[in-house]
């Protein structure tokens, strides 16, 4: 299953063409894909006419599965594996895309994202890139 970040939906509503956004229109409507709540929260909050708020929300909680990325377990986990990547000299720069990548480990799913600060997830971590994975 693979779980697309804020960072492809937020490219994908500007309408900036990528790999990622371009896998993203590929993979709309053919496969099912998730989201989490953090992610919904991120990107929605972007929008300023209510029309195409409304019309963004229908495609990310309609067509999506949206699940929760925090809870006690991968709070916990996001912690360790933030502490993991400092002793390896990274620094994750926001703990959203931590408690993200930690949900997409433990749950064995697939991350389409286009933020760097998931590369050192897939380089250290075990993290899979929806991009390098077919």
Not at 59 to 64: D, I, K
Not at 68 to 79: C, D, F
Request: charged share 20%; hydrophobic share 45%; proline share 3%.
């Amino acid at each position: 299953m693979i779980l697309v970040d804020s960072s492809v939906w937020i490219d994908y509503f500007r309408g900036v063409d990528s790999p990622q956004t371009d896998r993203l229109d590929s993979l709309l409507g053919n496969e099912l894909l998730l989201t989490g709540d953090l992610i919904v929260a991120e990107v929605l909050q972007g929008f300023q006419p209510e029309a195409e708020f409304n019309k963004a929300m229908r495609l990310m909680t309609g067509n999506l599965a949206v699940v929760s990325l925090v809870g006690p377990e991968n709070a916990i986990q996001a912690a360790r594996n933030y502490r993991q990547l400092r002793a390896n000299g990274v620094t994750v720069r926001k703990t959203i895309d931590t408690l993200i990548a930690t949900y997409c480990i433990e749950n064995n799913h697939v991350l389409l994202f286009s933020d760097r600060d998931f590369n050192p997830f897939v380089d250290y971590l075990g993290l899979r890139s929806a991009l390098c994975d077919d």
